[in-house]
């Protein structure tokens, strides 16, 4: 018994320890209305780029966190480049820059 618990207490800092990195900045996961919204303004750069909206929208959040810099990306170009291209369409500078631009202002916000 005491090794489970000396165990569960290790576990405890050491999960503690892990949350203690840098914060994620606050998001706005679009639903309902924002979210057909926001899907409708990136379909509106290319349709490509919503093929899959479940991964348009995961994508988005994690531009939002390059773009705040919370994941160590310094160039968040290349980083919506890199995210939003598929086999089908490469996203060019333009497109990329437009989406930093919707991310920014749909996603990379606080909570209402």
Avoid: W, Y
Wanted: hydrophobic share 40%; proline share 5%; charged share 20%.
């Amino acid at each position: 018994m005491r090794r489970h618990l000396c165990a569960l207490a290790v576990l405890v800092i050491t999960l503690t320890a892990c949350g203690s990195g840098a914060q994620a900045p606050d998001q706005n996961k679009p639903g309902g209305a924002e979210r057909t919204t926001f899907l409708a303004k990136l379909k509106a750069i290319h349709p490509a780029l919503v093929t899959d909206e479940h991964k348009a929208m995961g994508n988005a959040l994690t531009l939002c966190r390059s773009i705040t810099g919370v994941s160590g990306a310094d160039k968040p170009i290349p980083s919506a480049e890199a995210r939003f291209s598929t086999k089908e369409h490469q996203v060019t500078e333009a497109e990329a820059k437009a989406i930093i631009a919707l991310v920014e202002a749909a996603v990379c916000r606080p909570k209402k």
